[in-house]
C-alpha cells in the first residue's frame, strides 16, 4: 500500500458525459501528479499540482482539469467524453519538487467510455 | 524531444534464469532514472532509483541496475527470476531542467516459464 488512496476504482460511462476522479496523496505529500495509461499511448503525464497550486502540464487535452484543494486532495475533471478517453487514471504524490522525490503511485481508476 | 525507449515490448525467462531488460533515454544532461514494477491491476511501485555517484544500483526484490552515461542506458537486471516476478515493467526519468513528471518508457512485459 502506497498511501495513495484513488476513487472510484472503476467508472463506466457514456460518450459526452463528465466525471470526477479523486486523489487524496500520502500525507506529508505537497505534490500531486496525474498520469493516464492507455493501451496506445502508455503511461503519460497528465499535469502536476504542488501545494494547491498548478505546477506543470503535460499532454492534458482542453476537456480535462484538475484542481488541488486546501487540505491536499486533487480531483481531475474529464468532461465531453470520447472513447478515446477510456484508460486508466494514476495519481502520484510526492514530498516536494526536487526531482530525485520519488513519486508513490496510487491502484488507479480505470475509466471506460461505452 | 525527451524520450525513454524500451526496445523489448515482451519477454520470457524460464524461472531461474538471469534477466535483463534495457532501457535508454536521449537527453543531453544526466537525468534521474527510476524503473517501476506493475502487476496486473495493481498501479506501480518503485523498483530502484539513480541520481548521482555509483552507477550500479540495488534495489528492492533482488533488482539491480547500472547506468552507462556513454550508452545513455539504465538497463535492469536479476540474477535469477522468479515466478512471482511476472509483470510489466516500466523505465521511467526525470529531465530535471524540464520539471519533475516522470517520463516513461512503453514497457516490457516480462512472462516466467516454469
Known amino acids: 500500500d502506497s498511501g495513495v488512496t484513488q476513487t472510484p476504482k472503476h467508472l463506466i460511462t457514456a460518450t459526452g458525459q463528465r466525471v470526477t476522479l479523486r486523489c487524496s496523496p500520502r500525507?506529508?505529500?505537497?505534490?500531486v501528479y496525474w498520469y493516464q495509461q492507455s493501451l496506445d499511448q502508455g503511461l503519460q503525464f497528465l499535469i502536476q499540482?504542488?501545494?494547491?497550486?498548478?505546477?506543470a502540464k503535460g499532454n492534458i487535452l482542453e476537456r480535462f482539469s484538475a484542481q488541488q484543494f486546501p487540505d491536499l486532495h486533487s480531483e481531475l475533471n474529464l468532461s465531453s467524453l470520447e472513447l478515446g478517453d477510456s484508460a486508466l487514471y494514476f495519481c502520484?504524490?510526492?514530498?516536494?519538487?526536487?526531482?530525485?522525490?520519488?513519486?508513490?503511485f496510487g491502484p488507479g481508476t480505470r475509466l471506460t467510455v461505452l | 524531444a525527451q524520450s525513454v525507449t524500451q526496445p523489448d515490448i515482451h519477454i520470457t525467462v524460464s524461472e531461474g534464469a538471469s534477466l535483463e531488460l534495457r532501457c535508454n533515454y536521449s537527453?543531453?544532461?544526466?537525468?534521474?532514472l527510476f524503473w517501476y514494477v506493475q502487476s496486473p491491476g495493481q498501479g506501480l511501485q518503485l523498483l530502484l532509483k539513480?541520481?548521482?555517484?555509483?552507477?550500479l544500483v540495488q534495489g528492492i526484490k533482488g533488482f539491480e541496475a547500472e547506468f552507462k552515461r556513454s550508452q545513455s542506458s539504465f538497463n535492469l537486471r536479476k540474477p535469477s527470476v522468479h515466478w512471482s516476478d511476472a509483470a510489466e515493467y516500466f523505465c521511467?526519468?526525470?529531465?530535471?531542467?524540464?520539471?519533475?513528471?516522470?517520463?516513461f518508457g512503453k514497457g516490457t512485459t516480462l512472462s516466467v516459464s516454469s
Open positions: 502520484a504524490s510526492s514530498v516536494s519538487l526536487a526531482p530525485r522525490d520519488e513519486q508513490f
Open positions: 500525507s506529508g505529500d505537497l505534490s
Open positions: 521511467a526519468v526525470v529531465f530535471g531542467e524540464a520539471g519533475t513528471a516522470l517520463i
Open positions: 537527453y543531453g544532461a544526466t537525468p534521474y
Open positions: 539513480y541520481f548521482s555517484g555509483d552507477t
Open positions: 499540482y504542488y501545494n494547491g497550486e498548478e505546477r
